[in-house]
């Protein structure tokens, strides 16, 4: 049998009975893992292996949002704090080289502690271009304001992961950095022109195309489609992230479960789907909504596991890395421009 076309998350430390349960009848194609999953290494390499037990499946994807700054759901005392992406922005104007080098670097680390835990799969990097004005909620986790150096930067850090044999997945497409409302609350609106979302948002997302997955922006463009955000928006899907901007690769919504969307979790669902995204996400890990998005989301088939099966057959293995020669190396990167503590 195959996969049902969700990710999901799960609500603690180890999986409950319901939870097993739940994972071999529905049959998510992967899982994601958050803090409240997380506390010891030991731990977490034990719920992933358990995770992929229960599926049977030695390749199921796990994803983590391990960023740096303050989104990184791994961190002390067990693994090392890592910059945010504006740290590399920062150090890029100064010397392009040396910003480019340590985003790759710091990427490369990140990978390092998460093929430890059997984790193959996080959703970084951004190319989300903030503006003036807009929410906190991207804020410094983004790498500029200029197009192509959002996309050089976030370049690097696909690098730097996929030389630490995890996959990336590029968010929040097609652009989170207008939004002027946090998503996790509440439906952020974007009445900014084409042709100017073409030229700076898009434009970050286009030499990224390539990349195997991407996560989608909750986000309204009243200049596309005033009636619904990108992630349940086919017009926005079709036009823009599979066709101006070019994305082949595996679509993803983000959280299901964010107060962004609107209707039961259920009606979100089928918008999702209707709307041509491969992937549901679901993240809180509450069963009951677990259950309502398995039922709502197909078999995984056609053009959406063509791709799901081509993200998960590009990841390669580790290539040998000297850890502490490597944090060595970024944080005199960083120290260099006097950033240790952005």
Partial sequence: MGSRAFITGV????????????????????????KRNIETPVQ??????????????????????QEGGRVQRL???????????AVFGAL????????????????????????????????????DVPVDGADAVIGNRAYGT???????????????????????????????GRATADTHFRLPEVDTPRGELERTDFAAFQPLADLPMAMTAHVVFSALDPA?????????????????????GLL???????????????????????AGCDMVLHCNGKLDEMREVARETPELSGKALERAS???????????????????????????????GA
């Fill in 310 to 340: 081509r993200a998960l057959a590009s990841r390669g293995a580790p290539q040998p890395l000297d850890r502490e020669a490597a944090r060595a190396e970024l944080d005199a990167l960083i120290n260099r421009a006097g950033m240790a």
């Fill in 228 to 248: 619904h955000p990108a992630t349940t928006s086919a017009t926005i899907i079709e036009q823009v992230i599979r066709g101006v901007i070019g994305f082949q």
């Fill in 92 to 127: 890029y104007d100064l010397d392009r080289a040396a910003g480019l080098s340590a985003a790759r670097l710091s990427a490369r680390l990140i990978a390092a502690d998460l093929t430890e835990l059997g984790i193959t799969v996080d959703c970084l990097p951004l190319a």
């Fill in 146 to 176: 200029e197009p192509a150096k959002v996309a050089a930067i976030a370049r690097a850090v696909t690098e730097g992961l996929e030389q630490g044999g995890v996959l990336p997945v590029l968010k929040h497409i097609p652009g989170h």
């Fill in 75 to 85: 961190g002390p005392p067990h693994w090392p704090v890592y910059p945010p992406g």
């Fill in 11 to 34: 609500s603690g430390l180890e999986l409950s009975a319901a939870e097993r349960e739940f994972i071999r009848q529905e049959r998510p194609w992967g899982f994601i893992l958050f």
């Fill in 44 to 65: 977490v390499a034990q719920l992933v292996q358990e995770l992929r037990n229960v599926i049977g499946s030695a390749e199921a994807p796990v994803l983590i949002d």
């Fill in 252 to 274: 993803m919504s983000d959280d299901v479960s964010m107060n962004a969307l609107a209707g039961s979790i259920a009606e979100r669902t089928r918008d999702i789907v209707a």
